[in-house]
């Protein structure tokens, strides 16, 4: 499933997803970048760590994907696709309209 629209807030630091379901979900960049999926960051959070990430790390750039989202953080880390599915998963902060 694919979200309806997409937003993304430098100043609040948040993605924000609309789904077709009527739900908005807001996901943290700095939990986003904690998050990546790319096989570096899988692997390092596999072996029991977790990534340190700035608290005040942005996600600069979205590049579609069809499937997800390439996301291009200010640390200049841009290898992690997020598929929709992965991103509906994560659970942040999700509301219901």
């Known amino acids: 499933m694919n979200p309806v629209a997409v937003g993304n807030s430098r100043s609040k630091q948040q993605l924000r997803l609309n789904w077709p379901d009527g739900r908005e979900q807001l996901l943290s960049h700095a939990e ?25 790390v942005r996600v600069i750039e979205l590049n579609a994907q069809g499937y997800g989202l390439q996301l291009v953080f200010s640390d ?17 902060e999700t509301t219901h309209n």
């Open 32 to 56: 986003l970048r904690r998050q990546c999926p790319c096989s570096q960051c899988r692997a390092f959070r596999l072996r029991g760590m977790t990534p340190l990430v700035d608290e005040r």
């Open 76 to 92: 200049g880390h841009d290898r992690g696709i997020y598929p929709w599915n992965y991103l509906a998963g994560l659970g942040l």
